[in-house]
């Protein structure tokens, strides 16, 4: 069985930064790609950031560009989001994904908040 355990989540400042982590149990899946997404209140959860668990190769939502970087360990079968220059409008909470394209995934973490707030 699958699992994702997300971990990271706070509240910052604007200007600050914040590092997820997103641990992966039991890798069972014809796509091993993975990625973050995030879901404000009142909206729905989109797209964030995207890596190829093979060869590393990463893709972000324009948002976050220059902002966001997405890595992964392969020994530690786990994947991170580092945040810098944190903005009110990336509240949310935060969700990473297995077998992800940047339309949805096939296995999800059970999510992590993230508040940017004076």
């Known amino acids: 069985q699958v699992q994702l355990e997300e971990s990271g989540g706070g509240t910052v400042q604007p200007g600050g930064s914040l590092k997820l982590s997103c641990i992966v149990r039991a890798r069972t899946t014809t796509n091993p790609n993975m990625a973050w997404f995030r879901q404000a209140p009142g909206l729905e959860r989109e797209f964030v950031a995207g890596i190829m668990w093979t060869g590393g190769s990463t893709h972000y939502a324009d948002s976050v560009k220059g902002r966001f970087t997405i890595s992964r360990d392969i020994a530690k079968t786990t994947m991170y989001l580092q945040m810098d220059r944190l903005k009110p409008e990336d509240t949310g909470v935060y969700y990473c994904?297995?077998?992800?394209?940047?339309?949805?995934?096939?296995?999800w973490g059970q999510g992590t908040q993230v508040t940017v707030s004076s």
């Open positions: 994904g297995l077998g992800a394209t940047r339309i949805s995934a096939d296995y």
